[in-house]
């Protein structure tokens, strides 16, 4: 419980979302509502966001991705951190590479260069938290690290 508790409160993780939208909350009486913009990314193949963020200091994503997904390396200006749901999640960084499991948290700081993939044999589904939320802007590419 104490590493889910520390990924949802720490740094984290990666979305390279060309053009991304944000949600806008629908009022209801009970509180606030938030529909999910959904987003089809084409990396090496396609994966499924849908993006709960409502304000730019926090981003809120939940990711599918197929088996055999992979970003390309990036450096995220901003904090990730996540859980996996399902599946097996892989982070690659210069000197090393880390695999998590379900229920298993994560972290990836702001600024670092990381390849965010799935590590396993079935559809990877997991929760990023982002502080600020996604913005292109916040995303560069390298070809290597």
Known sequence: MRSLRAALTSPYLLLILSGCVQSQ????????RVDPVVT???????????????KDELGL???FAPEG????IVSLAF???????????GLEFET???YF????GFQIPKNTKVRIFNAGDSTLHMIEVLRPAYNPQRAQ?????
Do not use: H
């Open 61 to 63: 994503i939940q990711v």
């Open 40 to 54: 089809k990314i084409k990396d090496n193949v396609e994966r499924t966001l849908f993006d709960y963020s409502t």
């Open 69 to 72: 997904w992979t970003e390309p």
């Open 101 to 104: 499991i379900k229920n298993e």
């Open 79 to 89: 904090e990730t951190s996540g859980v996996v749901i399902n599946g097996k999640l």
């Open 141 to 145: 590419q390298f070809d290597s690290f």
């Open 96 to 98: 090393d590479t880390q």
């Open 25 to 32: 909350p629908t009022e209801i009486t009970d509180g606030i």
